[in-house]
Each structure stands twice: as C-alpha cells, then as structure tokens.
C-alpha cells in the first residue's frame, strides 16, 4: 500500500478495532440503552456510522457518495437488535470503505469524488471520513464505561 | 510553503480550533464549559473532560517529541498518557489545564509547519511510524476525544 494511503488506512483499521472492542464487552440489552436525556444508543450510532460508509465508500471512484437508497434519518430511528445483527450491520459500512481504500494508490488522492454533488478530492474525502468515523467511535468507546458506572451505583 | 503541509496544518486545525465540516472539534467542545461540569465524572474511576483535555495536550506533546526527536522540554507533569484532574476545582485551574492544551497544540504545529515535505513519508529517528501517519493520527485523536466531550456534556448534570 501506498504511504500515504496506508498512514490513513492504518487510523482508519485501528478505530474500527476500538469500536468492535468496546461493543465486545456488552450484552444484547445494553446495546439499545440510551442517556437519560435521550442521547444516542450504541445501535444508534453503528446504525449512523456504518449507513455513513455504505453510502460514501460503494461505488466509490464512479458515484456520489450520498446514494438515493440511503435513508439518513432511519439511522437514528430506536431499534433493538442483537448483538449479531448489530455486527452484520457494522461490517455492512465498513466493507465498502475497506476495499475501496484497499484499492488506492498515493497517485489516486489528487482524484476527485463526489459527496452531495460537491467535488472533493480523494485524500480530501477520506481525511473527512475518518474525522466522521474516529468521533462516533469515540463515543461508542465511551458509552460502555457509562453502563458500568450506572450498574455500579445501583 | 508546500500544499502537503498545508493539508497537514488543516487537518491538525480543523480537529482542533478550526471550523470543520462534520461539527465539534476539540477545542469546540470544551468552549464554555465550568471548572464543575469539566470535573464531572460519569462514574468512579471514569474519565471527566478535564482530563480527556490534559490527556489530549499530552499526545499532542508525545507527537512534538516523535516529530521532532527533540531532547529538549518536557510536559509539565508528572506521569504519562492520564492526569488525575482537577487538583482543585477553580476556575484558574481549569484555565491553566486549557491554556496547556492551547500551548501543545501551536508547539505540534509549528513543528508540522517546519517539516520536510520530502520526509513526510519516513520514519523519524526511533519512530515506528510516518510523519504523516503520526500528524493523521494526531488529528484523529482530537476529533475521537470531541465525540466523548459532547457526550459527557450531555449527561453531566447542570
């Protein structure tokens, strides 16, 4: 891989390993639990993150990155749903932006894609996703220390 | 000055302080918050965004050293990766930490502003990684701390 490519691959990998690490560490009931104020449930935040990346990464060199099929605000509607399924979906996001970067090389990045019908060049839109991406991850990190907190003051 | 390193500055700046496309940024989300709300912990042990702050002028520091392989200077304390924070819950305290934070952050990119572009792609000396990949790291590191203020700043109460 290329090194430039590589220096965002490597950022991109290494916050999917956090997420995947801190959703491990939960059961299916917690995966739904949101704040007391109503904030995002980790479903929720996968569900965002990864309907992000679908959209963004298929068809990436050859389609806007904001597909018709995708339904944004059905991303933040409450589901409850396993721990596979959450996954299934995870992987769902993270599959086309894996081989989509898989296939650049440093000469590519000076490429443009579109995102909303607006250019971007490709290095442009990638440092953009992985912005996107290292911010709910954090959140979906963090979300699980929130739980345990809550179970150890009862 | 070369457009890598411009587009190295406007990555660090916009996980920072600089207006971004997709929200808070990190010196965003700690903008009006009270000693009180910057020390509330979500639970014993947890971190509170006091010291996600101290711990992200940290990294930013760690980044300086690698980048610049300097010998020279050290963080102002004692330990390494997380502070316990506050000491005492004031609001010069809480300043000070930020003040720190600021001061991390322009010392990094000064250090990126006077970068090779031609060894953007090597190691430094003992580093295991790229300038680049460490300067992309860095930035991601804000914006991944960002996404945890704004949520401690949601439930921590009023």
């Known amino acids: 891989m290329s090194p430039h490519v590589e220096a965002i691959a490597d950022e991109f990998t290494r916050y999917k390993a956090l997420a995947e690490a801190a959703i491990a560490q ?17 479903v929720t935040i996968v569900w965002h993150l990864a309907g992000n990346l679908e959209s963004r990464f298929t068809d990436f060199r050859t389609s806007d990155g904001e597909k018709p099929w995708r339904d944004r605000d059905d991303e933040f509607v409450l589901r409850n749903v396993t721990k596979t399924a959450l996954l299934e979906k995870w992987e769902r996001g993270w599959g086309p932006l894996l081989a989509a970067v898989g296939q650049l090389s440093d000469a590519d990045l000076l490429q443009t894609v579109a995102i909303r019908r607006q250019q971007l060049r490709i290095d442009q839109a990638l440092q953009r996703s992985l912005a996107h991406t290292a911010y709910h991850v954090g959140q979906i990190v963090f979300l699980p220390s929130r739980f345990a907190a809550v179970a150890g003051s009862v | 000055m070369p457009s890598d390193l411009n587009e190295l500055l406007f990555l660090i700046d916009t996980a920072y302080n600089r207006v971004s496309w997709h929200g808070t940024n ?29 711990h992200a002028a940290y990294w930013k520091y760690v980044a300086w050293r690698r980048l610049t392989s300097s010998t020279r200077g ?4 004692d330990g390494s990766n997380w502070f316990v924070r506050p000491q005492q819950i004031t609001l010069q305290a809480w300043r000070a930490d930020v003040a720190l934070l600021e001061r991390m952050h322009r010392t990094l990119r000064d ?44 439930l921590a109460p009023r």
């Open chain 2, 26 to 54: 990190l010196r965003g989300s700690i903008r009006g918050v009270s000693p009180r709300q910057a020390a509330w912990r979500p639970g014993r042990g947890r971190h509170n965004i006091w010291e996600l702050a101290v």
């Open chain 2, 111 to 154: 250090a990126v502003a006077d970068l090779d572009p031609r060894d953007l792609d090597r190691k430094p000396p003992k580093g295991k990684t790229t300038r680049r990949a460490l300067v992309t790291g860095v930035a991601a590191h804000d914006f991944y701390h960002a996404g945890q203020i704004q949520l401690l700043k949601r």
């Open chain 2, 74 to 77: 050290s963080f102002p304390m």
């Open chain 1, 26 to 42: 939960l059961g299916d009931e917690e995966l739904a639990v949101t704040a007391s104020d109503g904030g995002n449930s980790i």
